[in-house]
């Protein structure tokens, strides 16, 4: 490997040995520059990559809030502002019980660059909290989100910083934590947060964006590949909010979503979830209850298989992991490449653990499709709720949808023209850090050392 590479990545390892989430996306982005950073001596004069795998800020609060039952309790919060270089920092927030420096500086490191892929201004930062939203009342929900905000309002701001939200937050959450701002502010500064409510600045599509922007992006593959989208079935793992715009999109286009998974097994429907009814039921079982997906097999009457994951299952045409990081390891990847599907379709941050990832990608049948590209529609249309926002005026749900779809084409195209550029072939793995690389690499260097 490149000399200079290797030592930064070995300081990486050795500072950050506990955060290992952090190491791995390190790792997995660094080892696909080689190409790029052999072009580029320049690159290696001015540090750029110790420069860049470093936050420019991060910060740590202390977030206090009282349960129904007058109980108080103490959490931590977070922000990592990791690179500002294109654009304000824009991120979501994670609350979820298993967060710490780990998750938020692997969040944002990838932010960085997918925000870089949707060729808007927005640089890469993230957040969140160790506070566990499972069965908490919105009262309590509501006075975390507002404790939450009087730690981080001072540091945020339509031109600084843009938080959104991520697992654990959603429109409940951004609503809370908008409120708190506008109290603390005394001003209407909607564009400080994105993913808000129709009746306060939100954009149409943007709760369906990620999904919707991951089957564009799939589309672009297939078309590549001379295939179609109609008739497809796919795996997915997750039905949250992404799961679910996939699926949505999915039906549209005339492919079907016949598996998928939660944390208590997966489902097997076969006719694939095809109405607006099954949607509907969907969105209606996770906010009661987000940890079991079994009583959509209860009343469609499909089969359930408990504790399992559905990577190895046959009868489909792409996998798409949409959970959670690391979702498929070793061992469910050898299953994957055993089913003979062709299409690998990353959705969640990070769902692939790196040997897995590596494992799949040099299996020469399967096409693999990094989540920081195919993800990216999410934040993609939040930057255009901010570009709503200035304009005080809202666009209309097809303008945007129209925008995200070319935006998804574009993230697809200049990820294979970056692979192809260093001779890489269609790798949309190494085409998609490159290409995000490319612009931040370029900016940092414009602005001088600091
Ligand atoms: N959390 C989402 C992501 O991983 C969206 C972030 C945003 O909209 O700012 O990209």
Not at 254 to 276: L, M, Q, R, S
Not at 401 to 409: F, R
Not at 421 to 450: R, S, T
């Amino acid at each position: 490997m490149n000399k200079y590479l290797e030592s930064v990545l070995a300081g990486v390892k050795e500072k950050y040995a506990y955060q290992k989430e952090f190491v791995q996306t390190v790792e997995e982005v660094l080892t696909s520059l080689e190409p790029v950073i052999n072009a580029h001596p320049e690159y290696e004069q001015a540090d750029l990559l110790n420069r860049m795998v470093e936050p420019e800020r991060m910060f740590t609060f202390r977030v206090n809030w009282c349960d129904d039952n007058g109980k108080w309790h103490t959490n931590r919060g977070w922000r990592c502002q990791f690179n500002g270089a294109i654009g304000p920092y824009k991120g979501g927030l994670r609350f979820q019980k298993n967060v710490y420096e780990g998750i938020i500086k692997f969040l944002g490191f990838e932010q960085t660059f997918k925000n870089s892929l949707t060729g808007l201004p927005i640089g890469g930062a993230k957040g969140g909290s160790d506070f566990d939203p499972a069965g908490k009342s919105d009262a309590e929900v509501m006075r975390f989100c507002q404790s939450f905000m009087t730690a981080l309002y001072r540091y945020i701001g339509p031109d600084i910083d843009v938080p959104a939200g991520d697992m654990g937050v959603g429109g409940r959450e951004i609503g809370y934590l908008f409120g708190q701002y506008r109290r603390l502010k005394g001003t209407f500064e909607n564009g400080v947060l994105t993913g808000k409510g129709m009746s306060y600045g939100g954009s149409l599509i943007r709760p369906e964006a990620t999904g919707y922007g991951a089957v564009y992006y799939l589309q672009e593959v297939l078309k590549h590949e001379n295939d179609d989208i109609k008739g497809k079935r796919i795996a997915i793992s997750g039905y949250g909010n992404v799961g679910w715009g996939i699926m949505k999109k999915a039906m549209q286009l005339g492919a079907k979503v016949t598996y998928f998974a939660g944390p208590d097994g997966y489902i097997h429907d076969p006719d694939g979830v095809n109405t607006e009814e099954k949607l509907n039921y969907i969105l209606e079982m996770r906010e009661k209850d987000p940890m079991h997906c079994k009583p959509y097999a209860d009343k469609y009457g499909v089969e359930f298989v408990p504790g399992e994951k559905c990577w190895g299952v046959k009868d489909v045409d792409i996998y798409m992991p949409a959970a959670v990081q690391n979702d498929v390891t070793m061992k469910e990847a050898e299953k994957i490449a055993a089913s003979g599907v062709k299409y690998y379709i990353e959705v969640a941050n990070m769902p692939t653990t790196n040997d897995a990832l590596n494992f799949l990608r040099s299996k020469g049948d399967i096409i693999v499709a990094p989540s920081k590209a195919v993800n990216a529609g999410g934040v993609g249309v939040s930057a255009l709720e901010m570009s709503q926002n200035s304009e005080r005026l809202s666009w209309t749900a097809e303008e945007v949808d129209e925008k995200l779809h070319s935006m998804m084409k574009n993230i697809h195209a200049n990820s294979a023209a970056a692979a192809e550029k260093y001779g890489l072939g269609y790798d949309l793995v190494a085409g998609a850090n490159i290409a995000g690389f490319e612009k931040v690499a370029d900016a940092m260097m414009a602005q001088g050392i600091f």
